[in-house]
């Protein structure tokens, strides 16, 4: 998983560009990241209730703040 789909997934996120997040979704390999995703827009365009969206939201967001601060560990031979 390259750092950029998480800088996208949150710039689509923050701005509400639906679509890209879509094609975001389908295009990661990010598992949980496209599942988060998944939740989040069909709760957002099929969900009456308020609270399911915001938490949907919310919950995308604190995955990619999380996912963002994961630095891979690199081992050196020498």
């Given amino acids: 998983m ?4 998480y800088d996208k997934a949150l710039y ?3 701005w509400g560009c ?3 997040l879509l094609v975001l979704m389908v295009r ?5 990241l496209s599942k988060k995703i998944q ?3 069909h709760a957002f365009h099929y969900s009456p ?3 399911k969206i915001m938490e949907s939201h919310d919950n995308l967001l604190y995955y990619l703040d999380h996912a963002m ?5 690199t081992i050196m031979k020498l």
């Fill in 12 to 14: 689509y996120t923050l």
């Fill in 18 to 20: 639906w679509d890209d």
């Fill in 69 to 73: 601060k994961y630095e891979p560990s």
């Fill in 49 to 51: 209730d308020e609270r």
């Fill in 28 to 32: 990661t390999n990010d598992d949980i």
């Fill in 2 to 5: 390259d750092i950029p789909d």
């Fill in 39 to 41: 939740l989040f827009l």
